[in-house]
């Protein structure tokens, strides 16, 4: 996406990444059953292709790759809850 949103002069925050991914597959077949020289002709137009699919600019949707939540102080219950009180429940 980066190479693609260079050569093509367009923000690389701009472009879709889904739209990208199925670009990429969409073009896989051709660059798989065409000979080496044709590669890079096809490597280009797949870019030109991924930089064609630009998002709107929307205000506020940068998110933190943070946790949302604090951790439970409570351990994860590894096993069924119905073994559970088959062990626990007396």
């Given at each position: 996406m980066l190479e693609a949103a260079i050569e093509n002069n367009v923000a690389p925050?701009?472009?879709?990444?889904?739209?990208?991914?199925?670009?990429?597959?969409?073009y896989a077949p051709a660059m798989g059953l065409r000979p080496?020289?044709?590669l890079p002709?096809?490597?280009h137009a797949m870019?030109?292709?991924?930089?064609s699919h630009i998002?709107?600019?929307?205000q506020g949707?940068?998110?933190?790759r943070r946790l949302a939540h604090d951790p439970?102080?409570?351990p994860r219950l590894r096993i069924t809850r119905a073994?559970?009180?088959d062990q626990y429940a007396a």
């Open positions: 925050m701009r472009i879709s990444f889904v739209a990208a991914v199925r670009t990429i597959i969409a080496l020289s044709q002709m096809i490597y870019l030109k292709e991924i930089a998002v709107p600019e929307r949707r940068l998110e933190p439970k102080h409570y073994q559970w009180r």
